[in-house]
């Protein structure tokens, strides 16, 4: 079951990690565009703490995964990364839904 759960956190992880490369990109095009893209660049402040919680969630259920060899450890780490890239993946969505990038 070890390999299973490490997959799917990782998974969970790599979900959260494009919430954060999103927002990276959303703020990067932000601050080439000066004043203009004030507004984007002031929501993406305010989504970082969001991002970075969902990715440091999901980062520790993997390690918990990988570091537990028991099945209580493997479901409590992948609850945490499981919850942590729904976050991720959800904030993604949003942000997509919100700023196309084309």
């Known amino acids: 079951m070890g390999l299973i759960t490490a997959l799917i956190a990782l998974a969970g992880l790599l979900a959260a990690l494009g919430h954060v490369g999103y927002l990276a990109m959303l703020q990067n095009a932000a601050s080439k565009r000066g004043a203009s893209g004030g507004e984007v660049a002031t929501y993406t402040k305010s989504r970082w703490p969001v991002a970075g919680g969902a990715a440091g969630v999901s980062l520790i259920g ?4 990988t570091g537990s060899g028991s099945l209580g450890g493997d479901l409590i780490g992948l609850l945490l990364a499981v919850g942590g ?5 959800r904030g993604l969505q ?3 839904n919100r700023y196309p990038s084309t």
């Open 94 to 96: 949003t942000e997509r």
């Open 62 to 65: 993997l390690l918990i995964v």
């Open 85 to 89: 890239g729904v976050v991720g993946y």
